[in-house]
């Protein structure tokens, strides 16, 4: 495209740049700032602007030419070269450039008294985490270490301190947090999401209803997903409900990704989604994970497990879904627990340990009647079974009122 582009059209380009810059600042113009720093957006104007740097190549002395460019020099001259940098696919030149020029947009920043430029700033959240991710792409390409993502986290808990303050500012800091999620989810250092987990949770200075509503939704799908990590079901399933109940029904994506979190941690108490939702979601993967739940079927659960485990093992959940097997155990029971009241109500209560082996044989799961005992005390341990054992007859003898205490959860409603 430079080619076609005389020294006088690219010498016109820049300066309708530079002049629309200091344009929207004066008039305070948020939405068009935004557009003026997306760079990972391609747009047409920006890779024609991109050619134009690259033809004239010296822009910086037309920043210094007049007074009312020059107070902008330091967001603005770095901010070209990662546009040039860009448009000939170096992201690593790219990503530096655009860091020193997000420095200076902060300087700024600060100094603004109203929020007029918080979608800006988000915008340059957004591109220093794009970009380094573009910029640690070509660092192990060359065979180099990848480090340029783990200097945007840097940079993002400097605009979260610049936030998280008093005033109108402070609601952007739930974007720059959510931000620094994914950062840290990417880089697999989530212990770092504690410390601003806490900025947020703990500040007198924030009501977290205050927030928009997409970074609420955001926020609660990470510390969700963390609470999944921790095992702390119970929170979990309030963060992941939150984020599914407020999230936009149209964004399909969004909603999968809670569910594919959220679908765990409702199984692990003992709720089961609807085989619709799954395939409506493309979530097949938890069907037989459900069939096995509804049988008492261990071997479908350990085939299913085997079957998915690079998936689970990659989002997570893969510890969380293995420690069903006392569910299916408890399933397995009650259903021989049904059979029995179905012929003998008056011994439906007594359960032979025998009975449960040979079930297990039927499954093609060979257990001996020491490892089914100790299977039963766990089960009578963690509340899943309500009764005690009569270890001489080798019979677990069930309470009278509800012996499978149910698990304490809410169904999943999508």
Request: net charge positive; aromatic share 10%; with cysteine.
């Amino acid at each position: 495209m430079a080619s076609y582009m005389s020294m006088g059209e690219a010498h016109r380009r820049i300066t309708e740049y530079l002049n629309r810059f200091v344009d929207v600042i004066s008039y305070q113009d948020g939405t068009s700032l935004k557009q003026l720093l997306s760079l990972s957006s391609e747009s047409p104007s920006f890779l024609a602007l991109a050619d134009a740097l690259n033809l004239f190549q010296d822009a910086n002395r037309l920043i210094k030419q007049a007074d009312k460019y020059s107070q902008y020099g330091e967001i603005v001259a770095p901010l070209f070269r990662a546009m040039q940098s860009y448009r000939v696919s170096h992201m690593v030149e790219s990503y530096q450039a655009f860091e020193k020029s997000a420095n200076a947009f902060i300087q700024e920043f600060r100094n603004w008294e109203s929020a007029w430029a918080l979608e800006a700033l988000y915008v340059v959240v957004y591109e220093i985490r794009i970009l380094a991710e573009k910029a640690d792409r070509e660092l192990a390409s060359n065979g180099k270490t990848p480090e340029k993502l783990k200097a945007a986290g840097s940079f993002l808990m400097k605009v979260f301190g610049v936030l998280a303050g008093k005033g109108p500012k402070r609601v952007g800091a739930l974007y720059v947090t959510c931000q620094l999620f994914k950062v840290y989810f990417k880089l697999g250092t989530v212990h770092l999401c504690r410390s601003v987990i806490r900025s947020i949770e703990t500040a007198r200075i924030f009501d977290f209803e205050e927030f928009p509503f997409r970074d609420k939704v955001t926020y609660m799908y990470y510390t969700g997903r963390l609470e999944v990590l921790n095992e702390n079901f119970p929170a979990a399933d309030h963060k992941l409900s939150y984020a599914l109940k407020h999230c936009d029904p149209q964004s399909e994506g969004n909603i999968r990704m809670i569910l594919k979190y959220l679908i765990p941690v409702k199984l692990s108490i003992g709720i089961l989604p609807k085989e619709s939702l799954l395939e409506k979601y493309s979530l097949v993967e938890y069907s037989d994970i459900v069939l096995a739940m509804k049988r008492g079927d261990l071997r479908l659960l350990r085939h299913a497990l085997e079957e998915h485990e690079d998936r689970f093992l990659r989002s997570g959940v893969y510890l969380v879904l293995e420690k069903l097997e006392l569910q299916v155990y408890q399933r397995l029971v009650k259903k021989i627990y049904i059979i029995q009241k179905q012929k003998d109500p008056s011994k439906a209560h007594q359960i032979k340990l025998e009975m449960i082996v040979k079930a297990l044989k039927w499954l093609e799961m060979e257990m001996d009647l020491d490892e089914v005992e100790c299977i039963m005390s766990i089960l009578i341990y963690k509340n899943l079974v309500k009764g005690y054992f009569a270890h001489k007859s080798k019979v677990a003898v069930l309470s009278k009122q509800d012996p499978f205490p149910k698990l304490n959860g809410k169904p999943i409603n999508s």
